[in-house]
């Protein structure tokens, strides 16, 4: 993708590519946080959430109380985990059927939990696939990156 933004009299490229599915899955794992987005019987809903990446799936802990456990099984759930640093912004996507952890002890010995919930609180540990991976990363310089970016979101 190739956006123009003139500035001036001068031209100014925003440059753009998809990542792999090998970067997007790096991208994912070197991250423990993003936003989830999910459907309630209201309308479309979003909350950042800590997670954790086992070889094929991302892995949230959650307090039963809260309504993402409620909305989230068994419905498609998007994770969107982005970060803009001053010329470059980078998003991967991943979109699936979120589902409960069949065995959460085993899960939560071989991963690194993002959160500790105190003892008198119940969670359940929410799965979801790493199979449907979308990425991609711009580069300007920083001053065009900050009047471009409401752009780019747009443009996916």
Known sequence: MRLSH???SSSTEVS????????????????DEGQLSYYTGRGPRAGIVRYAVTDDQA????????????????RQI??????LTANTFTEVIVT?????????A?????????????S????RLLCLDLSDLEGWTWCAE?????RTLPLLQVCQ
Request: proline share 6%; with cysteine; net charge positive.
């Open 6 to 8: 003139r500035a001036r």
């Open 16 to 31: 753009g590519r998809a990542l792999t599915n090998l970067e997007c899955r790096w991208w994912i794992s070197s991250h």
């Open 59 to 74: 892995v949230f802990v959650l307090p039963e109380y809260n309504q993402i456990c409620q909305y989230t099984t068994g």
């Open 78 to 83: 998007t994770l969107r985990v982005s970060a």
């Open 96 to 104: 699936g059927i979120g589902y409960r952890a069949e065995d959460e």
């Open 106 to 118: 085993r899960i939560a010995g071989i991963i690194d939990l993002p959160e500790r919930w105190p």
């Open 120 to 123: 008198g609180v119940s969670t």
């Open 142 to 146: 920083p001053a065009v990156m900050r």
